[in-house]
């Protein structure tokens, strides 16, 4: 695993923006994995500048988001659809047939849950993912537990990352109590992953992260077990390593 410590959230931003951007330079057609959140959000802004001076073309990118949660509508602020459609979609070229997210209000969820893990298969496979993490380190939605999920599924959200996330949301009770969330397996047979995390409410998760030890009751932790994981973290972030 490897860490770079970057000096505050911009810095970490800037850097992220310029793996993926490095990413789908070397390769046009890449597929890359896409995460909400708060952390994600100065990188796509980053990328979004360096396609309007023409640094990176996305014409030929697919992606694919990590979780969107149960029984939001697309058109829902609050829904991922929503924002990555908002902070990053509507500002770039990618060509919106590759675009791909999980679809949180279909009819048959389980269904929805194997043909989204059966189109990443069919993608090839996804060269560079980025995650950001949760306090509890969850990563997508993959919350502490004694089982994690291998594919992509149906996932209840803990009362801590409901709380962290109903900032989002007009009050707590709005915030679904479940998710559709890719996989710990699908997470871990990406190609590349880069991990962002910003400030100290991350420090505790991060310190876990790069423990000599997995487990499921911290989820992060399987990333030791991928041979291409770079943590992109601020100072913040890093101050209990
Ligand atoms: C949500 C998302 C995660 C994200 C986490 C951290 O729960 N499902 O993918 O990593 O929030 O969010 P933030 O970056 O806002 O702290």
Do not use: W
Request: glycine share 6%; hydrophobic share 40%.
């Amino acid at each position: 695993m490897r860490i770079i410590i970057e000096n505050n959230y911009q810095e970490m931003s800037k850097k992220a923006a310029l793996m993926l951007a490095s990413q789908v330079t070397l390769k046009p057609e890449s597929v890359l994995g896409l995460a909400t959140g708060s952390t994600p959000l100065g990188m796509y802004q980053e990328l979004i500048e360096m396609y309007k001076h023409d640094e990176i073309d996305f014409s030929e990118v697919s992606t694919f988001n990590l979780d969107e949660y149960y029984g939001l509508s697309p058109q829902n602020k609050a829904s991922y659809h929503y924002y990555m459609h908002h902070n990053f979609f509507k500002e770039v070229n990618i060509a919106p047939e590759n675009i791909h997210l999980p679809d949180g209000n279909a009819k048959d969820i389980l269904k929805e849950c194997q043909a989204y893990e059966k189109l990443i298969d069919h993608s090839g496979g996804i060269d560079l993912q980025v995650l950001g993490i949760g306090a509890n380190g969850h990563i997508g939605f993959n919350e502490p537990a004694s089982k994690l999920n291998v594919k992509t599924n149906l996932v209840e959200l803990t009362e801590e990352t409901i709380a962290d996330n109903s900032r989002f949301f007009a009050k707590k009770e709005d915030v679904p109590r479940k998710a559709i969330s890719v996989g710990m397996a699908t997470i871990l047979k990406t190609n590349r992953i880069i991990l962002l995390a910003s400030g100290k409410n991350k420090a505790r998760a991060i310190k876990e992260t790069v423990s000599d030890y997995v487990c499921t009751e911290i989820p992060s932790t399987l990333l030791q077990t991928h041979p291409q994981v770079t943590l992109i973290i601020d100072k913040g972030a890093a101050s209990l390593l």
